[in-house]
């Protein structure tokens, strides 16, 4: 079965920092770009981080020196290291891919893993 | 960039059309036509309905079209079904490797 499944999330002070997994199954992992996409409750979605196949990185400013997005293709496992972690960084945090190349779409998403940041 | 701006809300009777427009800048919406929708539903994942401004992806009702003009791209479902209820997410490339969501529309079906 094609999917993307993620773990990692939790409850985690602010400064503090986690780990996110998302293990990928059902597709070449490796042929594909890789992206972390969150949304606060109740609130839209925010693209967090994108890795191309060649390993590149892209991040928007609001997350950019504090996220780091990196991909292990031997195995099918994407990541998101975050660290410097802030209340505003609450929500839910989906794995989603893309194809390869320009940012066009993202055609498969996993169900998400909850990050709070809370005292 | 700041996000893209979609209406809160919109309503339709089941079998009626709707449009959900998508604003966005020059730099974004404006520059490229690759502006998708995404379809999430309460509690789940969003679900991807309509890229690079217009393509339906395999398994996708044919309700469901995309277009553009000028800054501004749309999402238009026909034949309303209370299946659509949901809320709707535009995408846009903005340059340099970015992307920008829109805020998000909830669809009501009377």
């Known amino acids: 079965e094609v999917q993307l499944v993620e773990s990692g999330g939790g409850l985690v002070q602010p400064g503090g920092s986690l780990r996110l997994s998302c293990a990928a199954s059902?597709?070449?992992?490796?042929?594909?770009?890789m992206h972390w996409v969150r949304q606060a409750t109740g609130k839209g979605l925010e693209w967090v981080s994108a890795?191309?196949?060649?390993?590149?990185?892209y991040y928007p400013g609001s997350v950019k020196g504090r996220f780091t997005i990196s991909r292990e293709n031997a195995k099918n496992s994407l990541y998101l290291q975050m660290n410097s972690l802030r209340a505003g960084d609450t929500a839910v945090y989906y794995c989603a891919r893309g194809p390869h190349g320009v940012v066009t779409y993202f055609d498969l998403w996993g169900r998400g893993t909850l990050v709070t940041v809370s005292s | 960039q700041s996000a893209l701006t979609q209406p809160a809300s919109v309503s339709g009777s089941p079998g009626q059309s709707i449009t959900i427009s998508c604003t966005g800048t020059s730099s974004d919406v404006g520059s490229y036509n690759l502006v998708s929708w995404y379809q999430q539903h309460p509690g789940k994942a969003p679900k991807l309905m309509i890229y690079?401004?217009?393509k339906r992806p395999s398994g996708v009702s044919n309700r469901f079209s995309g277009s553009k003009s000028g800054n501004t791209a749309s999402l238009t479902i026909s034949g309303l079904q209370a299946e659509d209820e949901a809320d709707y997410y535009c995408?846009?490339?903005?340059?340099?490797?970015?992307?920008?969501f829109g805020g998000g529309t909830k669809l009501t079906v009377l």
């Open positions: 890795i191309g196949t060649a390993g590149d990185t």
């Open positions: 690079e401004g217009s």
């Open positions: 059902g597709f070449t992992f490796s042929s594909y770009d």
């Open positions: 995408c846009s490339y903005a340059g340099s490797s970015a992307v920008v």
